[in-house]
């Protein structure tokens, strides 16, 4: 299950990490609020695949 959550975390940062620079590219969103939305996003994946 550590391996597994793990996995959803890195998952979790990349999407992250993409949304953020097309968001910022498109609009130029606050980077903290985006970033926010995205690990509240992988916790309940998280907590899903468990």
């Known amino acids: 299950m550590a391996h597994g959550h793990d996995q959803a975390t890195i998952?979790?940062?990349?999407?992250?990490?993409?949304?953020?620079?097309?968001?910022?590219?498109?609009?130029r969103m606050d980077v903290r609020t985006l970033a926010l939305s995205g690990v509240n996003q992988t916790v309940?994946?998280?907590?899903?695949?468990?």
Do not use: R
């Open 11 to 27: 998952d979790g940062g990349v999407f992250a990490n993409y949304a953020v620079t097309n968001l910022m590219k498109a609009k």
């Open 44 to 50: 309940h994946q998280s907590d899903l695949q468990i």
